[in-house]
């Protein structure tokens, strides 16, 4: 079992930057891959960004490359993204997963319950 906490959003203008954490319970962390989504309100839920269980492999939205990096410290169980460059159109609940290294939810096994993220214009 795996329980995942999400810390580091808040208010931000455009153009500024956040750093999301995502520490993890549990002694399998490294075990697996990472990934971050999103959800904004009445949309559905977005693919944003995955890494390797060892790191050496990223997987990112379009909508996001160049601006936002995942990387992760095995030894401390935390996945982070830093984010760069925001816009409004970025505020959304951003939540961590553990699971397989994919784009797709449904292979992701364990969740955080999210962060909220605003961009103010």
């Known amino acids: 079992q795996v329980q995942l906490v999400e810390s580091g959003g808040g208010l931000v203008q455009a153009g500024g930057s956040l750093r999301l954490s995502c520490t993890a319970s549990?002694?399998?962390?490294?075990?697996?891959?990472m990934a971050w989504f999103r959800q904004a309100l009445g949309k559905e839920r977005e693919f944003v960004a995955a890494?390797?269980?060892?790191?050496?492999?990223?997987l990112s939205a379009d909508s996001v490359k160049g601006r936002f990096t995942i990387s992760r410290d095995n030894a401390k169980n935390t996945v982070y993204l830093q984010m760069n460059s925001l816009k409004p159109e970025d505020t959304a609940v951003y939540a961590c997963?553990?699971?397989?290294?994919?784009?797709?939810?449904?292979?992701?096994?364990?969740w955080g319950q999210g962060t909220q993220v605003t961009v103010s214009s």
């Open positions: 549990g002694r399998t962390f490294s075990s697996y891959a």
């Open positions: 890494i390797s269980w060892s790191g050496s492999g990223t």
């Open positions: 997963a553990a699971g397989r290294l994919t784009t797709t939810p449904s292979t992701y096994y364990y």
